[in-house]
């Protein structure tokens, strides 16, 4: 369905409930950690402080927005960050990990929809497919992990 955006407005007109609804309702979710720190990660976990839970409602447009930092135990590994809905993967995220002294953010953005009632999302953290060693997932004040939800208007 196309996104109708709201460009009727006309001078002593009353606004109206739907046009205030085609307007994005802005944050509905977010979680941030600073103190985040998952060591020697092989296989998926989930990383911890990065789960939001929020009632969607149905035919709304959610912007997803998420981010990690990670280092690596061999160098020129992958390090994989996947939001799941549940046990379902949305959206992968992988970066090159140069060394276990230069990591890097992984960072993502998801748009979609969302059946009505309570959602529940997750970020899981892994060493990317063929990668050798561990991965190492942490957050500190300059570098928090992130999971952020908003509402951008219908779909």
Do not use: H
Not at 143 to 152: A, C, G, R, S, Y
Request: aromatic share 10%.
């Amino acid at each position: 369905m196309a996104i109708a955006p709201n460009t009727t407005f006309v001078a002593g007109n009353v606004y109206t409930a739907a046009q205030a609804n085609a307007y994005g309702f802005s944050t509905v979710a977010l979680a941030k950690t600073t103190t985040m720190s998952q060591a020697l990660v092989t296989t998926a976990v989930d990383l911890t402080g990065a789960t939001v839970t929020w009632t969607a409602i149905a035919n709304r447009n959610y912007k997803i927005t998420y981010q990690t930092y990670a280092t690596c135990t061999v160098a020129n590994t992958a390090g994989t960050v996947t939001l799941n809905n549940g046990s379902t993967i949305l959206q992968y995220a992988t970066t090159n990990l140069i060394n276990s002294s230069s990591g890097a953010t992984i960072n993502g953005l998801y748009v979609g929809t969302f059946s009505a009632g309570s959602v529940t999302l997750k970020l899981v953290g892994s060493l990317g497919a063929g990668g050798t060693g561990s991965v190492f997932f942490q957050s500190v004040a300059t570098l928090p992990t992130f999971l952020l939800v908003e509402d951008i208007g219908p779909s």
